[in-house]
């Protein structure tokens, strides 16, 4: 049978994505519980996780990053795809159109209650540095998530840069005027984390966003002012993409390590 896959959907996935029946289940983790759907029907593995719960209730830093990554081990997941509605901080970069994230920017590697972003808050055996040698998105999958996109009549229009800030606050003017100049093409305030926590687990990981605002004021064009609207509107461009992710991805190789200095060997995993 085909490895696991799994989903993470932010906040445009309010509810399920149509012609997909998902089953609940609670798994328990070192974190706490958490919640995670099975996918059924599709002939493979596949599970999907709403990141702020469904219905949407959690506002980002009461998301249990930890617990989510958890419970996608213990699943024994082999391909992530991780989905985000993003403001985009270039005015060429076309809203809602799917964009491919090819890396990230995130500049104190600290989930949004202060902690370190990381697995290994407390010693314990198999903890390590994260070397990162592909990117915290692996290429193999976004050459997959690329044809899934072409296939579903919704090709990937750009690849993109992405910016994470912990909120729940949104930016203010001068900071997304700071980002874009940092080189940072669209942020959010999710994504990061669980890219970040999948990978010191092993987790071959991808991520794939739609702008639904711009965030620079005097950028070209506008979004709605409706935000659920423009939400809704970000949810149909990526719906297509993550059912085919879930029907027919394909594990790929782990490509970054995991360097523990009590064993010199340096395992990858």
Known sequence: MTAPVAVILGSAFGE?????ALERLDIDTPWGAQTVFEARGLG?????????????????HQVNWRAQAAALAALQCRA??????????????????????????MI???????????????????????????GLCSAALGRQLEDFAHRCGAPVAARVVFG??????????????????????VDA????????????????????????KYALPDAAGCADTDVAASLRRSRDVQARIVLEFLRTAEPVPFGNRLFAFADPRAHRT
């Open 164 to 185: 994470y800030l912990c909120g729940p606050r949104i930016k203010t003017a001068a900071e997304n005027r700071l980002w874009a100049r940092l080189g940072v093409d």
């Open 80 to 105: 992530l795809l991780v989905t985000s509605s993003v403001g985009v901080l270039r005015p060429d970069i076309p809203l809602y159109e799917p964009l491919l994230v090819s890396d990230v920017v």
């Open 44 to 60: 493979r593995p596949a599970y999907a996780i709403f990141r702020h719960g469904l219905p949407h209730r959690l506002l980002p």
């Open 16 to 20: 399920p994505p149509a012609g997909v």
């Open 108 to 134: 104190d590697n600290r989930l949004p209650d202060g902690s370190a972003c990381t697995m290994f808050a407390e010693p314990a055996p198999g903890q390590g540095h994260l070397l990162i040698e592909e």
């Open 189 to 212: 305030m999710s994504l990061a984390p669980e890219l970040v926590l999948a990978n010191e687990l092993g987790i071959p990981s991808s991520a794939l966003v739609a702008g639904h």
